[in-house]
Each structure stands twice: as C-alpha cells, then as structure tokens.
C-alpha cells in the first residue's frame, strides 16, 4: 500500500483544483489501486461519465447491504450495459446480518440511533473496510454542501479512518444545481428516484423523498433528530 503523507496533500490541493485534473492525477498515479465508491445517486452519474473519458478502465465498486431500492438496482444494470464496465459489488458478511437481526430483528434501525449505526456498520462499514485495505485511494462524490461535516472537506484528504490512504473528493466544490445541469446537458441515465425527489440515495427503509425546502439529505434516516447524520463511512474516527 502507498503511505501518502499531509504535506504530499497539501501540495496537491494546492496544484489541482478542477475534477479533470484530479481525475487525470488519480489515472496517472494510483490506477488501478483506485476506485470510485458508488451509490448510483446523481453524483455517481456525473463522476462516472468524467471518469471514464478520461481512463476507461478506471474502477467502480457498490455496496449492496441487502436493502437496496429497486431503482438502485436498474440503473446499475443500465450503466454497466451503457459504458460496457464491471462493477464491482461488495456484500455484507451473512453472519453478521444474521446474528443482528436475530438480536434486534429486521427494522432495528427504527429504534434507536445506535441500532442504526451498527445496521450501516455491518452491511456497508464492513464491506468497504475490506475493499479499501486493497487500495491505495478511493474516489467520492462528496460535496462540500450536503452537510456541515463535508462543508471543510478538500479535493484530496488523508483518510485517517482506513490506515491514512488516499481519499479523493473530484466534484467537492460542485453544487447541487450543477450536477443536475450535467446530467441533462450530456444526456446522462440516472436513478429515476431523483425524478421522485430523492437527492440522497441509500437503503430503501431509511430513505425518503425530501419536501420543498428541506435540505438535500433530509431525506436520509429522517427519523432521527439533528444535522450531523453519516453511515460511517465518511467520518475520520482518528
């Protein structure tokens, strides 16, 4: 695995500040021990067009935790057919989903904040755990304004949470009002949920469509009370 150090960060951001050249920088230097990570939401529509006009070959993996909605399901098949790619899709360990749902049974996310996080921990923490420690980057369709806790996040970042590798954030600076304006100039598909007012795509039960002037990942575990919502998978746990 490549050890990236801060200053090696640094002078990165410092260099490259437009998604082609992070993505060029990604293809010439960490291909193929890079991946995007995709949840086929309308970021991953837009990152996987750029990607592959720039490197054909570049790689994407998925999460499937077992409660995916359908449309999640077509468009991956869509896209694959489209470009003609492998995804890679990752699955959560079955005696982990069994113990816990044995324990706390099917919807145990509904009841608690900590039976949530350990429902995303098992089906999506673990599985992307065991595909990073074989990388030495993976790519993200973060930006900096769907959340207070990605608002300081910087096109390359040292992932202290996965043994300090590589995490790259192409379209950080992107708006929302800019993705949908790629899609529809390039003709892109996307997960016909954005269509259904689901900006932010997850599990089928822990997701929903947002109201007029809700925030953009509203929809995501809206159950629960305040702003600070993540899976797991993007918290810096140093």
Known sequence: MTKFVQKQVDDLNSRIKTTEEALQWVSDNLHPKVAKASSFGAEDAVLM???????????????DTGRLPQETYDIMDIVRKKYDISIEVLFPDTKEIEDMVKEKGMNLFYESVENRKLCCEIRKVHPMNKMLRTLDGWITGLRRDQTKIRENASIFQLDNG????????PIINWTWEQIQKYIKK?????NTLLDKGYPSIGCEPCTRAIKPGEDLRAGRWWWEQGEH???GLHIDHK
């Open 49 to 63: 067009d750029i990607m592959l006009k720039i490197n054909p070959e570049f790689r994407f993996f998925t999460l």
């Open 229 to 231: 919502k993540e899976c």
């Open 162 to 169: 996965h043994d300090g590798i590589l995490k790259i954030n």
């Open 186 to 190: 390039n003709n892109l598909p996307y």
